[in-house]
């Protein structure tokens, strides 16, 4: 009995050494997934709502600090039609209730192209934790669809955040897309930045900018996502006149930005449930006395983690990064706020820009100066937990070469397409997830318990899984 049972501990053992690869660091998945490069669907595949200047596009975000508002943003492409929305709780059959905000109606011109109608309404003081119904559109040509706001913010108020980056549209997009789509916990997603990546294109196509809208609508509609812009978002093309970075991007995706106190619609904050967002850009400037740093250091001594417990930062450019793309892009930044970080005891940091996956120690690099020698990341229980998740599926293909040894910061990474879960339970745990496309959505590749860093500042513990 007992060597049978050696027997199938050494069988065990060897199975799971053959699968993962052990290295200074953590885990290295070994999951293989295809590696050709997946095209952008054909612009045809995004078809149009029918009817004669249908609103299309439709998504929304959050309006306001706190979740009591909504701004609802959608497209007419032929001309401008109505400015409002119409919208009403779910819970009310009379049509009396109905409530309409009004927006407005912006259009730009990038290269050769003409953008449909933009519109951009907000609707506000909505009720917490509530259904509504709101619809766009005239005449016979209306479409309706649905959210729900957050609960009033608190300190041990469960929330559930998705978490997609670097999303493109290809098929492996869709796969990514269906995938979280299919996860009914998701009610909100933090998106970290490259979406539409039509600046792939000959001159950036902004036809592409269309048909993304088009393709997340199934979701974004739903649900808000919480925006962050990447370097697909820069559209910056001087040797065509296009030399007003982020155009497309400010014209159709709008952020409550002013009511953080914010200059930029690049860099922002909001509390949602039990959470502090606080967004970044990579890509504007950062440097002491620039107005991101200006505004970031006012912000984090805002954070009343009494209320919102959980601190978490987006941005796109990750600082910590241990494949062989994008080496270092992130250092600047990292060098200018991560004493920050660690003083106010940020928990998590989500990243894209790179198409994998990775998930950190908690770590930190703050005392190094010229002469300390000390120029490694160490261990540290104030600091966050960094996420790489720019593997949404887009054109590029995937990121699929690691820097060896794997570094000991460097908990988890595996070469696949996917998206996370965010599960926050209360003030001290929170559930965290990462779901590649080849697995059922109940399946967590990558997981782990998240102890709140300033409510209850333990160490924690994963579970890894790498083979489906
Ligand atoms: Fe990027």
Redesign the pocket.
């Known amino acids: 009995m007992t060597s049978k049972r050696t027997v199938v501990h050494v069988f065990v053992s060897v199975f799971i050494l053959s699968i993962i690869k052990l290295c200074n660091g953590g885990v290295t998945s070994s999951y293989y997934r295809k590696l050709e490069y997946s095209t952008d669907l054909p612009l045809e595949v995004f078809t149009p709502p029918p009817g004669y200047n249908a609103p299309e596009q439709v998504h929304i975000t959050q309006g306001d600090q706190t979740g009591r508002a909504v701004i609802v943003s959608w497209v007419t492409p032929s001309k401008p039609g109505s400015k409002s929305v119409r919208y009403w709780r779910a819970d009310t059959h009379n049509k009396q209730h109905k409530h309409k905000a009004h927006g407005h109606i912006k259009t730009y011109k990038y290269y050769n192209y003409t953008s449909g109608y933009i519109h951009h309404a907000t609707i506000r003081n909505l009720e917490y934790n509530t259904k509504y119904f709101y619809e766009l559109g005239t005449g016979h040509v209306t479409r309706r669809f649905s959210f729900t706001t957050p609960p009033k913010v608190g300190p041990d108020v469960p929330y559930t955040f998705g978490i997609i980056g670097?999303l493109g549209q290809t098929s492996d997009s869709n796969q990514t897309l269906e995938h979280y789509h299919s996860n009914k916990k998701g009610q909100a997603v933090l998106f970290v930045?490259?979406l539409s990546y039509a600046d792939n294109h000959p001159f950036h196509d902004n036809r592409k900018w269309d048909t993304w809208g088009r393709f997340i609508e199934k979701n974004v509609a739903y649900q808000p996502w919480i925006w962050t812009a990447?370097?697909?978002e820069l559209d910056f093309l001087p040797e065509h006149g296009e030399t007003v970075p982020f155009k497309p991007y400010k014209h159709r995706y709008h952020v409550p930005y002013k009511e953080s106190k914010s200059t930029s619609p690049l860099w922002y904050s909001i509390k949602r449930a039990s959470a502090y967002i606080i967004v970044l850009s990579s890509y504007s400037a950062y440097g002491k006395y620039t107005p991101q740093y200006e505004w970031l250091q006012e912000e984090l001594p805002k954070v009343n983690r009494e209320e919102t417990p959980w601190l978490i930062v987006l941005t796109?450019?990750p600082w910590y990064n241990s494949l062989n793309y994008?080496y270092m892009e992130g250092e600047s930044m990292r060098v200018m706020f991560e004493s920050w970080f660690v003083q106010h005891k940020v928990d998590l940091v989500l990243a894209?820009?790179?198409h994998a996956y990775e998930r950190s120690e908690r770590i930190s690099n703050i005392v190094y100066n010229i002469t300390d020698g000390l120029c490694a990341p160490v261990m540290d229980p104030s600091a966050p937990i960094y996420i790489t998740i720019?593997d949404g599926g887009n054109m590029e293909g995937i990121a699929n070469s690691f820097t060896e040894p794997q570094p000991s910061y460097s908990a988890y990474r595996e070469a696949s397409f996917g998206h996370s879960i965010l599960d926050i339970k209360n003030r001290t745990h929170a559930h965290y997830s990462w779901h590649r496309n080849q697995d059922g959505e109940p399946v967590a590749a990558d997981s782990l318990w998240l102890h709140n860093r300033y409510w209850y500042p333990y160490a924690e513990t994963s579970t890894t899984t790498t083979m489906a």
Do not use: I, K
């Open positions: 670097d930045g490259d990447g370097n697909h796109h450019t994008h894209g820009h790179v720019g």
